[in-house]
């Protein structure tokens, strides 16, 4: 083996290198051994000391796996994406997340806020939404701000400079913050729930109409005012039925009731739709992919309710039903849509419905019931 030494070194030098030159083979091996301990298989007793080399000690109390900064040299591909839309979405893969950017409109104030829209809801409020925050903010330019994750329910802002209602709740976009930095969360889940009556719940609610048999229905034996007959006579028996019977919930106050898994009432929320439809392209409710539009002669019942942000926090609802008939215990305000179970007496109960659905301060739930006869 050639000498690598310069022409000005000395004995001394040369005798080093003589003696190492007799060791290079199993030298070679560990030099590729300590490589690939660096970059591609690290022991855990070297991690952090690569993230104190690699200047990535910012990202640790957002990604709870520091292989995935190191491995690949992601972290460090990182840095020299920062302060662009791909560093966003490289930081939020490391945590299983995917979202689109969407600045804010550069005539506005606050020009150099983004928010976050995700294709699916985040699994959970925490420890995620702070991982997600403090990635975005390290990622995004320092001049730029995270202002909004949004899924699902998104109310804008409406603008109204120089209006007499400026400054009012319409001013503000929808959203709650959760976290210490204040970044607003707006988020909404649906559930769809296709219910029959059954003549149970009918009797025990006051609208239940036997099927009719070819003579058509008998009117001498039922309590339905003439008024709510909005179909026309040349219908069959059965149609008639269903109408009148989803003409009755019409001007019915109905509450949504979400239930744990031992049967206690997490809380009632008032329906804000109870409309008697007919099945129609273009419909203006959506329900299961079809569409349906309010009709007089209606003949199934499309009911709505959707619970505000933080109505609930940190419990499941292992049911979902309706609740019909109820009155609100005396002293509490007529216009409160969310109750407790001691503050809403008797009511019958329809559409039991055994659900999933792990309540949270971010997200509002949609709970849609379209009732058949």
Same mark, same amino acid.
């Given at each position: 083996?050639?000498?690598?030494?310069?022409?000005?070194?000395? !004995?001394?030098?040369?005798? =080093? @290198?003589? /003696?190492?030159?007799? *060791?290079?083979?199993?030298? &070679?091996?560990?030099? $590729?051994?300590?490589?690939?301990?660096?970059?591609?298989?690290?022991?855990?007793?070297?991690?952090?000391?690569?993230?104190?080399?690699?200047?990535?000690?910012?990202?640790?109390?957002?990604?709870?796996?520091?292989?995935?900064?190191?491995?690949?040299?992601?972290?460090?591909?990182?840095?020299?994406?920062?302060?662009?839309?791909?560093?966003?979405?490289?930081?939020?893969?490391?945590?299983?997340?995917?979202?689109?950017?969407?600045?804010?409109?550069?005539?506005?104030?606050?020009?150099?806020?983004?928010?976050?829209?995700?294709?699916?809801?985040?699994?959970?409020?925490?420890?995620?939404?702070?991982?997600?925050?403090?990635?975005?903010?390290?990622?995004?330019?320092?001049?730029?701000?995270?202002?909004?994750?949004?899924?699902?329910?998104?109310?804008?802002?409406?603008? !109204?400079?120089?209006?007499? =209602? @400026?400054? /009012?709740?319409?001013? *503000?976009?929808?959203?709650? &913050?959760?976290?210490? $930095?204040?970044?607003?969360?707006?988020?909404?889940?649906?559930?769809?729930?296709?219910?029959?009556?059954?003549?149970?719940?009918?009797?025990?609610?006051?609208?239940?109409?036997?099927?009719?048999?070819?003579?058509?229905?008998?009117?001498?034996?039922?309590?339905?005012?003439?008024?709510?007959?909005?179909?026309?006579?040349?219908?069959?028996?059965?149609?008639?039925?269903?109408?009148?019977?989803?003409?009755?919930?019409?001007?019915?106050?109905?509450?949504?009731?979400?239930?744990?898994?031992?049967?206690?009432?997490?809380?009632?929320?008032?329906?804000?739709?109870?409309?008697?439809?007919?099945?129609?392209?273009?419909?203006?409710?959506?329900?299961?992919?079809?569409?349906?539009?309010?009709?007089?002669?209606?003949?199934?019942?499309?009911?709505?309710?959707?619970?505000?942000?933080?109505?609930?926090?940190?419990?499941?609802?292992?049911?979902?039903?309706?609740?019909?008939? &109820?009155?609100?215990?005396?002293?509490?305000?007529?216009?409160?849509?969310?109750?407790?179970?001691?503050?809403?007496?008797?009511?019958?109960?329809?559409?039991?419905?055994?659900?999933?659905?792990?309540?949270?301060?971010?997200?509002?739930?949609?709970?849609?019931?379209?009732?058949?006869?």
């Amino acid at each position: 083996m050639g000498t690598l030494l310069p022409n000005s070194s000395g !004995l001394f030098e040369r005798a =080093i @290198e003589v /003696s190492y030159a007799q *060791r290079w083979e199993t030298l &070679a091996g560990a030099v $590729a051994a300590i490589r690939t301990a660096k970059l591609v298989s690290p022991p855990p007793s070297f991690l952090p000391f690569l993230v104190y080399e690699y200047g990535l000690g910012e990202l640790t109390p957002y990604v709870p796996n520091l292989y995935t900064l190191i491995v690949g040299r992601e972290g460090v591909n990182w840095q020299r994406l920062r302060g662009t839309p791909a560093s966003v979405k490289k930081g939020l893969g490391w945590i299983g997340y995917t979202a689109t950017m969407e600045d804010a409109w550069h005539g506005r104030a606050y020009w150099n806020s983004t928010q976050l829209r995700f294709p699916t809801l985040p699994a959970a409020d925490h420890p995620d939404l702070e991982r997600i925050e403090g990635i975005t903010a390290l990622s995004i330019p320092k001049r730029s701000n995270l202002r909004r994750g949004v899924f699902q329910y998104d109310a804008g802002a409406v603008e !109204l400079d120089g209006a007499r =209602i @400026e400054e /009012s709740l319409l001013e *503000r976009e929808s959203g709650v &913050a959760v976290t210490s $930095a204040g970044t607003l969360w707006s988020f909404g889940r649906m559930t769809s729930v296709d219910h029959l009556l059954t003549e149970a719940e009918g009797t025990s609610i006051g609208n239940w109409i036997v099927p009719p048999e070819e003579t058509g229905l008998k009117w001498a034996e039922m309590t339905y005012a003439w008024q709510t007959a909005t179909f026309s006579w040349a219908e069959n028996a059965a149609t008639q039925r269903r109408s009148l019977m989803a003409a009755w919930f019409a001007g019915q106050v109905i509450y949504a009731t979400l239930k744990a898994g031992n049967g206690s009432v997490i809380g009632h929320r008032r329906c804000r739709a109870v409309q008697p439809v007919n099945l129609k392209v273009g419909g203006v409710y959506e329900f299961a992919g079809a569409t349906y539009q309010p009709t007089a002669g209606g003949t199934s019942v499309y009911i709505e309710a959707m619970t505000d942000f933080e109505d609930a926090d940190g419990i499941t609802a292992e049911s979902i039903e309706l609740t019909i008939g &109820a009155a609100l215990v005396e002293g509490v305000p007529p216009g409160r849509l969310w109750l407790t179970d001691s503050e809403l007496s008797g009511g019958h109960p329809i559409a039991f419905t055994p659900s999933s659905l792990p309540l949270r301060a971010t997200v509002r739930e949609q709970l849609q019931f379209l009732v058949r006869f």
